[in-house]
C-alpha cells in the first residue's frame, strides 16, 4: 500500500529503541521531510528523531487522527512491539520513499576515514 497521500499514523524514532514521536498526517513523504530538515520543531528536531520506524495507512483522516491518540497512550513496550512486528531492526522506511540513509556505513578495511575522534587512522590499519 503507498502511504504517501493517504491519511496515516507514523512513527518516527532517534535510533534503535529510542525516543519515539507518534504523529498523524495526510501527506507522509512531505512530514518525514520536515522532521529530517528540523523545520517542523519542537521535540522531534530538540531530540533529533528522524527515522521513519512504522506506518499505517487509514481511511479518513478522523480515524487515523483517533488511531494516534490511542498510541499516544500506550506504554512504551506496546509501541515497541507494534514497531517490531513489521521493522523488528528499526530500519528507516524513510529509505524506501527515496530519502538518504541516516547511517554512515563503512568498512574499516575498504574505508579508513577519520575516526570518530576526527584524527587518521593509524598506517597499520589502512
Partial sequence: ???????????????????????VTSDVTARVYQHRAGTFGGFTDRYAVKRLVWVE???????????EKSIKRWLRAWKYALIEADNPTWRDLAEDMGFPSLIQHRHPGLDPGPTCLGAAMPEERR
Fill in 1 to 23: 500500500m503507498a502511504y504517501e497521500r493517504c491519511p496515516c499514523v507514523y512513527m518516527m524514532a532517534s535510533g534503535f529503541h529510542g525516543t519515539l514521536y507518534t504523529g
Fill in 57 to 67: 495507512g487509514g481511511e479518513t483522516m478522523a480515524g487515523a487522527i483517533g488511531r
